[in-house]
């Protein structure tokens, strides 16, 4: 759906995603294949939006829910996420406002009643909300590398500095009035990939770098694909 010129591309950001998440976990909350929410999310929206069909808006909502609930990190990303696309078409957001709120509450509603039942719905918001800002404190007094050629600083640096070139050439694109679907799209997965980045930021692992990746790779290949188009 964002790559509409080719199919290829498409399939490339698709199978790069998907090699990343291959490998084994010890726990399913650690698979980071959880990013998948998250996306899956953006692009229901973005499908919703696009030809204006709310069932694809509540479908939305409903997997930003059960991704908040499932990662705190993808779901308040996803939302976030959300929350500007929905912004950018504010012309047309309400009605898609209102799908994505009833896939939200489809989703929470059953959730925060099974929570209060069982005594565990402040716990669990400490968890969601909390935790995070306590992570971003650092973890196991492990900084963030600086600047090497290593391979190490190579995928610690990889995603920041994807984020950063491809938000700079859609911000280009949008004071340009090239306010399309796809530039709307970049710009969701942009937030959703900053907000992803403070997973890596605080725990600048291999797991993490490649947890946060996936928004990366979509973008570049996106601006790979833009890059032949301009040359051909």
Not at 69 to 87: D, N, P, T
Not at 95 to 114: F, K, M
Not at 132 to 157: D, E, K, Q, T
Request: aromatic content about 10%.
């Amino acid at each position: 759906m964002l790559f509409r010129s080719t199919r290829f591309a498409a399939a490339a950001a698709a199978l790069g995603c998907g090699l990343i998440c291959v490998g084994p976990v010890p726990a399913m909350s650690w698979s980071i294949a959880r990013v998948g929410l998250g996306l899956t999310a953006i692009a229901a929206l973005n499908r919703g939006l696009d030809r204006n069909k709310n069932g694809w808006c509540i479908a939305a909502g409903s997997i930003a829910g059960v991704a908040l609930f499932y990662s705190q990190e993808v779901g308040i990303a996803a939302v976030a996420a959300i929350i500007v696309m929905l912004g950018f078409q504010w012309q047309r957001s309400l009605i898609a406002a209102a799908g994505v709120g009833l896939g939200g509450i489809l989703v929470l509603a059953p959730v925060t009643i099974y929570l209060i039942a069982t005594s565990s719905l402040g716990a669990t918001i400490q968890n969601l909300f909390l935790f995070p800002r306590i992570r971003l404190l650092g973890f196991a007094a492990y900084p963030f590398p600086r600047l090497a050629l290593n391979s190490a600083v190579l995928r610690a640096y990889f995603t920041p500095v994807i984020l950063a070139v491809a938000a700079f050439f859609t911000a280009i694109r949008l004071f340009d009035r090239a306010r399309t679907p796809r530039r709307f799209t970049e710009s969701a997965l942009i937030v959703f990939g900053v907000l992803l980045f403070g997973a890596a930021l605080s725990r600048p692992d291999d797991v993490h770098c490649a947890f946060v990746a996936s928004p990366a790779i979509i973008l570049l290949t996106g601006l790979l694909e833009d890059g032949c188009s301009a040359l051909s």
